[in-house]
């Protein structure tokens, strides 16, 4: 289904399994929720790789009204090179005004 009324999303799985093709479909999914102005993902101490870093980054860029993101990935196995495909889904968030 699509949320297309949701305007916050708070996502917290800290100490699970969840790897970077988990994020293929969190991509897609943030990214059909067009009316969400904050959203804050915690994903600590997981197995996340960060290959599919790119499609979260898409998502999040389809969110317009975005004025709130914070993220947070400790403890999982990400490189810097995966960072710049999500930095520029980012980017596309014009109404930003505050990133964690």
Do not use: D
């Given at each position: 289904g699509r949320c297309t009324q949701l305007t916050d999303l708070v996502l917290m799985f800290c100490r699970n399994q969840i790897t970077g093709e988990h994020f293929l479909r969190l991509g897609e999914g943030i990214g059909r929720c067009t009316q969400l102005t904050k959203i804050v993902l915690h994903f600590e101490v997981n197995q996340i790789t960060g290959e599919h870093f790119?499609?979260?980054?898409?998502?999040?860029?389809?969110?317009?009204?975005?004025?709130?993101?914070?993220?947070r990935f400790p403890s999982n196995r990400i490189t810097g090179e995966h960072f710049g495909q999500l930095g520029e889904g980012i980017g596309r968030c014009t109404q930003l005004t505050r990133l964690w």
């Open positions: 790119g499609r979260l980054g898409e998502g999040i860029g389809r969110c317009t009204q975005l004025t709130y993101l914070e993220l």
